[in-house]
T-cell receptor, first 118, second 116 residues
Framework: GENVEQHPSTLSVQEGDSAVIKCTYS??????FPWYKQELGKGPQLIID?????GEKKDQRIAVTLNKTAKHFSLHITETQPEDSAVYFC?????????????????FGQGTILTVHP | NAGVTQTPKFQVLKTGQSMTLQCAQD?????MYWYRQDPGMGLRLIYY???????DKGEVPNGYNVSRLNKREFSLRLESAAPSQTSVYFC???????????????FGSGTRLTVV
C-alpha cells in the first residue's frame, strides 16, 4: 500500500519567516495530494490540495509543489503569523472505483508541529 | 450545516467494556472513514465505507467493527476495549464520483477515548 513520509516532525520559525514542509510518497499511482491543518482539540481541516496533473498551486500565503518524478510534494507558507501555529499533515490518495462508485483512501504523513514565534 | 458530527467527545472505558462511536454527516457525501490518531503516528485508517452498503478494512482494523447504517451515519464499535485502543478517533466523509474531481475529507472534531 501507499506510504507517506513527512519531514520535519517539528518546525520553529519567527513571525514573518517562511516555513517549508516536505513529504514523499511511495505509490506512483497516487494522484491527489491534500494538506491539512489541525489546531489543538480540533479535527484536521483541508487548507490546500494538488492533483497529479498540476505542478504547483498557490492560495494567498500558502503554496504546494508536486514533483511526480521524484514522488515528493511540499507545503510552503510565506510571511508566517502566530495563528499559523498548528500541526500540519500531508496525505496522498489514489482515486479508485468499486461497484460503480468512485472513492479514495487518504494515507497521511506523521505530521509536523509548526510553531511561529511572535 | 453541521458537517461531520461525532459523539461522544470524551469517553473513559474499563478494559473489556464495549462502546460505539457515532458519526453522522449532512453533506450528502458518499464515502465515510474512521481514523485513529496517536502521537507521532499521524492518522491511521481503521475502516472505511466507499458507499452506502459497503465497508472495508483499513490499515489497523483489529479490535474494531463498523456499520454504515445509511448514507449519513457510520458507527465504530469496540467490542472489548483494550488499553492499546486509547487514542483520538476521527470520522471523516468525502465526495468522490464519476467525472467529478477529487475532494478532500471533511473531519469531525474527534472522540478522545481512554481505556484503563
Amino acid at each position: 500500500g501507499e506510504n507517506v513520509e513527512q519531514h520535519p516532525s517539528t518546525l520553529s520559525v519567527q513571525e514573518g519567516d517562511s516555513a517549508v514542509i516536505k513529504c514523499t510518497y511511495s505509490d506512483s499511482a497516487s494522484n491527489y495530494f491534500p494538506w491539512y491543518k489541525q489546531e489543538l482539540g480540533k479535527g484536521p481541516q483541508l487548507i490546500i490540495d494538488i492533483r497529479s496533473n498540476v505542478g504547483e498551486k498557490k492560495d494567498q500565503r500558502i503554496a504546494v509543489t508536486l514533483n511526480k518524478t521524484a514522488k515528493h510534494f511540499s507545503l510552503h507558507i510565506t510571511e508566517t503569523q502566530p495563528e499559523d501555529s498548528a500541526v500540519y499533515f500531508c496525505a496522498a490518495s489514489i482515486k479508485r472505483s468499486a461497484g460503480g462508485t468512485s472513492y479514495g483512501k487518504l494515507t497521511f504523513g506523521q505530521g509536523t508541529i509548526l510553531t511561529v514565534h511572535p | 450545516n453541521a458537517g461531520v458530527t461525532q459523539t461522544p467527545k470524551f469517553q473513559v472505558l474499563k478494559t473489556g467494556q464495549s462502546m460505539t462511536l457515532q458519526c453522522a454527516q449532512d453533506m450528502n457525501h458518499n464515502s465515510m472513514y474512521w481514523y485513529r490518531q496517536d502521537p507521532g503516528m499521524g492518522l491511521r485508517l481503521i475502516y472505511y465505507s466507499a458507499s452506502e452498503g459497503t465497508t472495508d478494512k483499513g490499515e489497523v482494523p483489529n479490535g474494531y467493527n463498523v456499520s454504515r447504517l445509511n448514507k449519513r451515519e457510520f458507527s465504530l464499535r469496540l467490542e472489548s476495549a483494550a488499553p492499546s485502543q486509547t487514542s483520538v478517533y476521527f470520522c471523516a466523509s468525502s465526495l468522490w464520483g464519476g467525472l467529478l474531481t477529487n475532494y478532500g475529507y471533511t473531519f469531525g472534531s474527534g472522540t478522545r477515548l481512554t481505556v484503563v
